[in-house]
């Protein structure tokens, strides 16, 4: 399931893949957004995660940052207060939110 992901970019122009080598910090963030694509594409659109998708996102990413990662209930009332637009789906601009608050848990900043 996981792909390399520290020295391969995809290039938005011409849509091929070509070898550069990431900063961590660029690492980190083609982490997301692969791990995002694998999830939102196991059903339905591959474009948002559905419920069952953030459901197994949580359980097998997040297991040590997300409080009760996983309780199923914990996890609905997790997704509802981040699907803003109350669609049953999360864009990754919806997930990004989760993302960013337990960045901020995990650093120690307050909010
Ligand atoms: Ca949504």
């Known amino acids: 399931m996981q792909e390399s992901c520290c020295t391969t970019s995809l290039d938005h122009s011409s849509g091929k893949q070509r070898q550069v080598l990431l900063s961590s910090m660029e690492a980190a963030i083609s982490v997301l957004v692969s791990q995002f694509k694998v999830f939102a594409g196991k059903d339905g659109s591959s474009d948002t995660l559905s419920r069952d998708e953030f459901h197994s996102l949580v359980a097998s990413q997040l297991p040590n940052f997300v409080k009760n990662a996983s309780n199923p209930a914990a996890v609905d009332k997790l997704?509802?207060?981040?699907?803003e637009n109350?669609?049953?789906?999360?864009?990754?601009?919806?997930f990004w939110h989760l993302i960013g608050t337990l960045a901020i848990q995990h650093g120690g900043f307050s909010q």
Do not use: P, Y
């Open 86 to 94: 109350k669609d049953g789906e999360l864009t990754f601009m919806e």
């Open 79 to 83: 997704m509802g207060s981040l699907d």
